[in-house]
């Protein structure tokens, strides 16, 4: 069964850093788009980055361009979501996502993980 857990969220302050990852199992993802989302209380899931099976492609919601950077290790079927200069906005549960075609909508990806919890405080 095809499984994708995330880990790293938190508490932190503004202007900290945190690493998300996103352990895939059940099959490889290596052939597969994957991207990051998160979803803020009362707000819908929105996209924040995705990348291409060989990492030559990445993308970005224009609000953490420049502060996030998204990676992937197909060898460890592990994808990345690296958070500096963190602002309280970024606060909300974040959710790692796969599927053969890359998007920034949550309709363009089959495969989804439980969560991970970041609050950015003041």
């Known amino acids: 069964q095809e499984q994708l857990v995330e880990s790293g969220g938190g508490w932190v302050q503004a202007g900290d850093s945190l690493r998300l990852s996103c352990v895939a199992s059940g099959r490889s993802f290596s052939g597969y788009f994957m991207g990051w989302f998160r979803q803020a209380p009362g707000k819908e899931r929105e996209f924040v980055a995705a990348?291409?099976?060989?990492?030559?492609?990445?993308y970005y919601t224009d609000s953490v361009k420049g502060r996030f950077t998204i990676s992937r290790d197909n060898a460890k079927n592990t994808m990345y979501l690296q958070m500096n200069s963190l602002k309280p906005e970024d606060t909300a549960v974040y959710y790692c996502?796969?599927?053969?075609?890359?998007?920034?909508?949550?309709?363009?990806?089959?495969?989804w993980g439980q969560g991970t919890q970041v609050t950015v405080s003041s």
């Open positions: 996502a796969a599927n053969f075609v890359g998007g920034r909508r949550t309709d363009d990806y089959g495969y």
């Open positions: 990348i291409s099976p060989s990492s030559g492609i990445t």
